[in-house]
């Protein structure tokens, strides 16, 4: 059976579980669109959990930032995994004690104003929608190569499927499709990489792997691979850091909090019955993410070495890269290339006429290596590669059999979808439930909420679609700048509501205002206002990286501090909260049991 073939069918056979599962586990009332009924066990809500977190950013786009950056890349890996630490022991079992369905309820009740919930609502929206960009792109990747088609028409299509199954499950069928999606990606990413690092270093283990020595030179595998890039222009695999090491401290920290203040994750503390078992599900879904997050280094520093392996053979053989005939002939390319061209996030141009593919860092400045390059006839790189498609085509490069290659296309749809349904899920309930019924129709009937959320999350979906064709970033970076926006507006205003009595209802909207603010006006500067291309305005926050060389997707520990520094100006100028709200805050944080979720 060729690879087209038994793609479709593996592809095929996992939507057809995920949509009956959609169905068989439709909400029927607004608990269980909104939390799945309150009744999932915590290990089952762990692994959905699990599911709704390792997004496409975190099974697509991060192994492939690693593959490009190496050591760089490691922010992702500290920043959302000791995010999410930071998320289960601090944040979620006090939301979960509290009682309700969203964040923007937990905000206008604890600040007691309508007015803090609408902002909160506003926060969740330009977050989750720059969440849910990332997604869309990573849908369009895995999509485009799936069916062999473009990049755009990808994005159609899974906005098709996204559809069907969030917009008629709601939180109770996505719960339970959630479950069989991480059961599909962390098969299709572990399978693969249990293979080639077989291949490359003969353990079974990636993680061990990744510091064994390499068959065919019997040097280790991080030595090698620092040896390659180096001898090509790269910076070294694992020591560059991804900017100034401040960047990279700020970088992390944004990931951190901004993980703590993700709606779409905070919510699925709320699908389960008691304050305990918030506390078991976060734990159970980190051994599930850990499942993924410790096999991501190897995963993508074997794919840059096969890639590079590929294109020049002399890699692998430890021979003259700059070698005449050492670089691969473009008639004699694999297949795999040609069918990710299609797609157009791979790219060729012989721009020395040579008809052989040279690969390598033409941005490199050291005169020594410029007077090595041409030397060898070499007039510029000559291959693109999209970080983004790395995983998917790693099986394909280590030329493993096809169903590993379709399993691995089924696990990155799996990941984009599962976390596309969870931020769609907290942006119709945002809108339904937080704004329509919580601020303009409180006595809003139980059906026409329900009507109301769906409506809003298919609007969502055709929101997300656009920006997804015309996205900011790769997908990881395109996160990252949700995280930071989550950062700076949502997190500051939880902790201090879960954690300070004296902190009022002004003090918490300043904050998420400049906190916001401060996060867009520096994000939009880069990357265009609203992420439209050619309105950047770079001057005015003193070029590229200006603000002491952080780049956008870190500034969200900047617009966190802003958050905080302004929320707590304002509460020693303003009236203090009333005297029952102080109690409710001691109440939250008393370790006490607490009842089922409630909307009202």
């Given at each position: 059976?060729?690879?087209?073939?038994?793609?479709?069918?593996?592809?095929?056979?996992?939507?057809?579980?995920?949509?009956?599962?959609?169905?068989?586990?439709?909400?029927?009332?607004?608990?269980?669109?909104?939390?799945?009924?309150?009744?999932?066990?915590?290990?089952?809500?762990?692994?959905?959990?699990?599911?709704?977190?390792?997004?496409?950013?975190?099974?697509?786009?991060?192994?492939?930032?690693?593959?490009?950056?190496?050591?760089?890349?490691?922010?992702?890996?500290?920043?959302?995994?000791?995010?999410?630490?930071?998320?289960?022991?601090?944040?979620?079992?006090?939301?979960?004690?509290?009682?309700?369905?969203?964040?923007?309820?937990?905000?206008?009740?604890?600040?007691?104003?309508?007015?803090?919930?609408?902002?909160?609502?506003?926060?969740?929206?330009?977050?989750?929608?720059?969440?849910?960009?990332?997604?869309?792109?990573?849908?369009?990747?895995?999509?485009?190569?799936?069916?062999?088609?473009?990049?755009?028409?990808?994005?159609?299509?899974?906005?098709?499927?996204?559809?069907?199954?969030?917009?008629?499950?709601?939180?109770?069928?996505?719960?339970?499709?959630?479950?069989?999606?991480?059961?599909?990606?962390?098969?299709?990413?572990?399978?693969?990489?249990?293979?080639?690092?077989?291949?490359?270093?003969?353990?079974?283990?990636?993680?061990?792997?990744?510091?064994?020595?390499?068959?065919?030179?019997?040097?280790?595998?991080?030595?090698?691979?620092?040896?390659?890039?180096?001898?090509?222009?790269?910076?070294?695999?694992?020591?560059?850091?991804?900017?100034?090491?401040?960047?990279?401290?700020?970088?992390?920290?944004?990931?951190?909090?901004?993980?703590?203040?993700?709606?779409?994750?905070?919510?699925?503390?709320?699908?389960?019955?008691?304050?305990?078992?918030?506390?078991?599900?976060?734990?159970?879904?980190?051994?599930?993410?850990?499942?993924?997050?410790?096999?991501?280094?190897?995963?993508?520093?074997?794919?840059?070495?096969?890639?590079?392996?590929?294109?020049?053979?002399?890699?692998?053989?430890?021979?003259?890269?700059?070698?005449?005939?050492?670089?691969?002939?473009?008639?004699q390319k694999p297949a795999w290339m040609?069918?990710?061209?299609?797609?157009?996030?791979?790219?060729?141009?012989?721009?020395?006429?040579?008809?052989?593919?040279?690969?390598?860092?033409?941005?490199?400045?050291?005169?020594?290596?410029?007077?090595?390059?041409?030397?060898?006839?070499?007039?510029?790189?000559?291959?693109?590669?999209?970080?983004?498609?790395?995983?998917?085509?790693?099986?394909?490069?280590?030329?493993?059999?096809?169903?590993?290659?379709?399993?691995?296309?089924?696990?990155?749809?799996?990941?984009?979808?599962?976390?596309?349904?969870?931020?769609?899920?907290?942006?119709?309930?945002?809108?339904?439930?937080?704004?329509?019924?919580?601020?303009?129709?409180?006595?809003?009937?139980?059906?026409?909420?329900?009507?109301?959320?769906?409506?809003?999350?298919?609007?969502?979906?055709?929101?997300?679609?656009?920006?997804?064709?015309?996205?900011?970033?790769?997908?990881?970076?395109?996160?990252?700048?949700?995280?930071?926006?989550?950062?700076?507006?949502?997190?500051?205003?939880?902790?201090?509501?879960?954690?300070?009595?004296?902190?009022?209802?002004?003090?918490?909207?300043?904050?998420?205002?400049?906190g916001l603010f401060v996060t867009l006006?520096?994000?939009?500067?880069?990357?265009?206002?609203?992420?439209?291309?050619?309105?950047?305005?770079?001057?005015?926050?003193?070029?590229?990286?200006?603000?002491?060389?952080?780049?956008?997707?870190?500034?969200?520990?900047?617009?966190?501090?802003?958050?905080?520094?302004?929320?707590?100006?304002?509460?020693?100028?303003?009236?203090?909260?009333?005297?029952?709200?102080?109690?409710?805050?001691?109440?939250?944080?008393?370790?006490?049991?607490?009842?089922?979720?409630?909307?009202?």
């Amino acid at each position: 059976m060729d690879l087209q073939t038994i793609t479709y069918v593996i592809v095929g056979l996992s939507f057809a579980l995920y949509l009956g599962i959609a169905f068989w586990a439709r909400a029927g009332s607004t608990g269980e669109f909104y939390v799945a009924g309150g009744g999932v066990h915590p290990i089952a809500n762990g692994m959905a959990t699990a599911a709704d977190w390792m997004s496409a950013a975190s099974f697509i786009s991060m192994a492939g930032l690693i593959a490009k950056l190496g050591y760089g890349a490691s922010v992702f890996l500290m920043g959302w995994t000791g995010g999410y630490v930071l998320l289960a022991m601090l944040l979620a079992p006090y939301l979960r004690k509290f009682g309700k369905f969203t964040v923007p309820q937990f905000i206008g009740d604890r600040y007691y104003s309508t007015t803090a919930r609408t902002v909160a609502v506003l926060c969740l929206l330009v977050a989750s929608l720059t969440y849910v960009i990332g997604q869309m792109t990573g849908v369009g990747v895995a999509f485009s190569r799936f069916l062999g088609v473009s990049n755009e028409t990808g994005i159609y299509v899974g906005m098709g499927i996204v559809f069907m199954y969030a917009v008629f499950g709601g939180m109770k069928g996505i719960t339970y499709t959630q479950i069989a999606q991480y059961c599909v990606l962390i098969f299709a990413y572990t399978v693969p990489a249990i293979f080639i690092s077989l291949n490359l270093t003969g353990n079974p283990f990636p993680q061990l792997g990744l510091g064994s020595d390499m068959l065919s030179n019997h040097q280790p595998m991080l030595a090698t691979l620092d040896k390659v890039v180096t001898d090509l222009g790269f910076g070294q695999y694992t020591t560059s850091p991804n900017g100034s090491y401040l960047n990279t401290f700020f970088y992390t920290v944004s990931l951190m909090i901004g993980t703590a203040g993700l709606p779409h994750v905070i919510v699925r503390f709320f699908t389960v019955p008691k304050v305990k078992d918030a506390r078991s599900s976060a734990g159970w879904a980190l051994v599930f993410i850990a499942l993924l997050y410790t096999v991501a280094p190897a995963v993508g520093a074997m794919a840059r070495f096969n890639l590079i392996a590929t294109v020049n053979p002399a890699a692998a053989t430890g021979g003259d890269m700059f070698a005449k005939d050492a670089s691969l002939p473009v008639d004699q390319k694999p297949a795999w290339m040609g069918r990710w061209e299609q797609t157009g996030l791979l790219k060729f141009n012989d721009k020395n006429g040579d008809g052989r593919i040279q690969f390598y860092n033409d941005q490199n400045k050291d005169p020594a290596f410029q007077a090595k390059a041409e030397a060898a006839g070499w007039k510029g790189n000559e291959m693109d590669v999209n970080p983004d498609i790395m995983v998917l085509a790693n099986p394909e490069i280590a030329k493993l059999p096809n169903w590993v290659i379709a399993l691995v296309a089924a696990g990155g749809l799996a990941a984009a979808l599962s976390t596309a349904a969870g931020l769609l899920l907290a942006i119709s309930s945002a809108i339904s439930h937080d704004l329509i019924k919580g601020v303009f129709n409180p006595n809003i009937s139980e059906s026409n909420e329900l009507l109301a959320g769906k409506i809003s999350m298919a609007v969502a979906i055709l929101v997300a679609g656009y920006l997804g064709l015309h996205p900011p970033g790769f997908a990881a970076g395109t996160v990252a700048l949700a995280f930071g926006i989550a950062a700076s507006s949502l997190f500051p205003v939880i902790m201090m509501g879960i954690f300070s009595k004296k902190m009022n209802s002004q003090g918490a909207i300043a904050g998420m205002l400049s906190g916001l603010f401060v996060t867009l006006f520096y994000v939009f500067a880069h990357k265009g206002i609203l992420f439209i291309k050619g309105t950047e305005y770079l001057h005015l926050v003193g070029g590229k990286n200006g603000f002491f060389g952080i780049s956008p997707e870190a500034f969200g520990t900047v617009g966190a501090a802003v958050n905080f520094v302004v929320a707590y100006a304002v509460s020693k100028v303003t009236a203090p909260p009333p005297v029952d709200i102080q109690h409710l805050v001691e109440s939250i944080r008393t370790p006490r049991g607490a009842g089922v979720a409630t909307g009202h």
